[in-house]
């Protein structure tokens, strides 16, 4: 039987602005339901790291990237449309 995959996800935000917030709880909720136990986030504050949003090509934010398993999906907004993320980023819905 072959084991679930694990989803790694990265997620850029801008400080406390709404939007980011938003993104973040939105992103734990969907993993915590749709991905128990079967995912990491990163969350990359731009405005404390922004040499390294600059190096990774991050315009705005909030933006999400799934980096495994393949293919690598990006979503930019808070992702409070749950079906289009999910679709998006290709999770069992």
């Known amino acids: 039987m072959t084991k679930p995959a694990h989803y790694k996800f990265r997620l ?3 400080g406390d ?3 980011s917030l938003q993104a973040v709880a939105n992103l734990r909720a969907l ?5 128990p136990e079967r995912h ?3 969350i990359i504050d731009v405005l404390h790291e ?5 190096a990774d090509d ?24 749950l079906e289009t993320a999910l679709l998006t980023l290709g999770l069992p819905g």
């Open 12 to 14: 850029y935000v801008a």
């Open 17 to 19: 602005a709404p939007n």
């Open 31 to 35: 993993c915590r339901e749709h991905l």
């Open 40 to 42: 990491e986030i990163e």
């Open 50 to 54: 922004p040499k390294r949003a600059l």
């Open 58 to 81: 991050v315009l705005l934010t909030p933006l999400l990237i799934k980096l495994s398993p393949s293919p690598v999906r990006t979503i930019i907004g808070n992702l409070s449309q």
